[in-house]
C-alpha cells in the first residue's frame, strides 16, 4: 500500500556533495519519523540521520556537521544533503519512514523501506 523510492546516488569525489531524495506514495494517513540508514561493504545497516514530523533531526557521529536530513511533509519526501563526502560513506543508503497507512476501513503502521540508492566516493 505504501511505497518508499529513493534518488540521488552516484559516484562521486571525495570532498564532493550530493543530494539524496526519498518520496513516500501509497494509501499514506501520515507520516511520523522518516530516516535514512546506510550499508557499506561487509559491514552492518546503520542509522545516519533521522528527522521527525516536527523537525527535530538525530545524526551519526560519523556524518555529524557534514550531513543535513530535511523534509517536505507536502510532499510526502525527505532529503539528505551530504557534504564533505569520504570514501568510508561509500554505502547503500536506505530512505525508512515510520507511516500510518489506509487499509479497509481501518488506519495502520508500518515501518517502510525503500529499495537504496548507491553512494560511491572516490579517493
Known amino acids: 500500500q505504501v511505497q518508499l523510492v529513493e534518488s540521488g546516488g552516484g559516484l562521486v569525489q571525495a570532498g564532493g556533495s550530493l543530494r539524496l531524495s526519498c518520496v513516500a506514495s501509497?494509501?499514506?494517513?501520515?507520516?511520523?519519523?522518516m530516516g535514512w540508514h546506510r550499508q557499506g561493504p561487509g559491514k552492518q545497516r546503520e542509522l545516519v540521520a533521522t528527522?521527525?514530523?516536527?523537525?527535530?533531526?538525530n545524526y551519526a557521529d560519523s556524518v555529524k556537521g557534514r550531513f543535513t536530513v530535511s523534509r517536505d511533509n507536502g510532499k510526502n519526501m525527505v532529503y539528505l544533503q551530504m557534504s564533505s563526502l569520504k570514501p568510508e560513506d561509500t554505502a547503500v543508503y536506505y530512505c525508512?519512514?515510520?507511516?500510518?497507512?489506509?487499509?479497509?476501513?481501518?488506519?495502520?503502521?508500518?515501518?517502510?523501506w525503500g529499495q537504496g540508492t548507491q553512494v560511491t566516493v572516490s579517493s
Open positions: 525508512a519512514g515510520d507511516i500510518l497507512y489506509y487499509s479497509g476501513r481501518g488506519v495502520y503502521s508500518k515501518n517502510y
Open positions: 528527522i521527525t514530523s516536527g523537525g527535530s533531526t
Open positions: 501509497g494509501s499514506i494517513a501520515s507520516i511520523n519519523a
